[in-house]
């Protein structure tokens, strides 16, 4: 069993914090949190994470509308960080797509920042459809510039994306976010880390969540920071080892790190 946050050196973590992101958080990489202690439809939370790797796959094909590489890091099993008293601990992973240049966003995204297929986007946002997400109107009826259509793509697209995940999470027995106990246990949970540099702080609507980019908390946890690590390890990014910023032993659920 692996420390909880709480047990870890706070220097120890921002330094492999620091790393990771050099290495990984690029324009052309998205990245998605995975974690689960409940049981689900497919199994224990091992059985789960396995189980929606495929689905997970082709939901971010779908949306994306283009070829996609998908790293996966070992299921790593970690202590319960927060919540209530006596949680089973958890299995998470990381799963970190690499996206071709059209899906790269930059800092201050222009109009090539990101190619969106114009059947897809227009004043009105990203269309939804495939995964029967409501995206906001990103734009008023004043005449918008280029950038601001671009900015108003990249938004609806991400709040897409985040509907999407929170629809497959449902599919896993995760309960509607008013009725879930906070930092409570979970059949399955996943977290949107980055999409490129792409900056956001959305409150939630009635028709959408509230979305933060990147994740406001993916530096601070252990239970991201050590699966993102493994991809480093694996040579899956261009950068030094970080085998000893580890923080702790590491107790590996399914053994391997896949590339699809």
């Known amino acids: 069993m692996r420390a909880s946050l709480a047990d870890q050196d706070d220097g120890q973590l ?3 914090a620091a790393a990771v992101a ?3 958080q690029r324009p052309d990489t998205l990245a998605i949190a995975l ?11 091992a059985d789960t994470l396995l189980a929606v790797r495929p689905l997970l796959e082709q939901l971010l094909q779908g949306w994306a509308q283009a070829s996609l590489l998908f ?11 927060g919540g209530p008293p006596g949680q089973r601990p958890y299995c998470n992973g990381v799963l970190l797509v690499e996206l071709p240049p059209a899906l790269a966003v930059k800092a201050a995204p222009s109009p090539s920042a990101v190619a969106l297929d114009a059947t897809r986007c227009d004043a009105t946002g990203w269309d939804a459809t495939e995964c029967n997400a409501t995206v906001p109107h990103g734009l008023d009826s004043a005449a918008p510039t280029s950038a601001a259509l671009a900015r108003a793509a990249l938004t609806s697209a991400a709040v897409e994306l985040l509907q999407c995940l929170q629809q497959l999470e449902a599919e896993f027995g995760r309960p509607p976010q008013l009725e879930r106990q906070h ?3 979970r059949s399955l949970d996943l977290d949107l880390l980055w999409w490129g540099d792409l900056e956001l702080d959305l409150p939630a609507t009635a028709a959408t969540p509230a979305l933060q980019l990147p ?6 946890r252990s239970f991201v920071l050590e699966p993102l690590a493994t ?4 040579g899956c990014a261009d950068a030094p080892a970080v085998s000893q910023l580890s ?11 896949g590339t699809a």
């Open 14 to 16: 921002s330094c492999l």
């Open 231 to 234: 991809l480093i390890e694996a």
């Open 71 to 81: 790293r996966w890091s070992p299921l790593l099993q970690t202590a319960p960080v």
């Open 35 to 45: 974690g689960a202690n409940l049981p689900s439809p497919a199994g224990e939370p």
């Open 183 to 185: 930092w409570g246990p």
């Open 215 to 220: 994740h406001p908390l993916w530096r601070q």
């Open 22 to 24: 050099q290495a990984l």
């Open 247 to 257: 923080l702790s032993p590491r107790n590996t659920l399914d053994g391997s790190i």
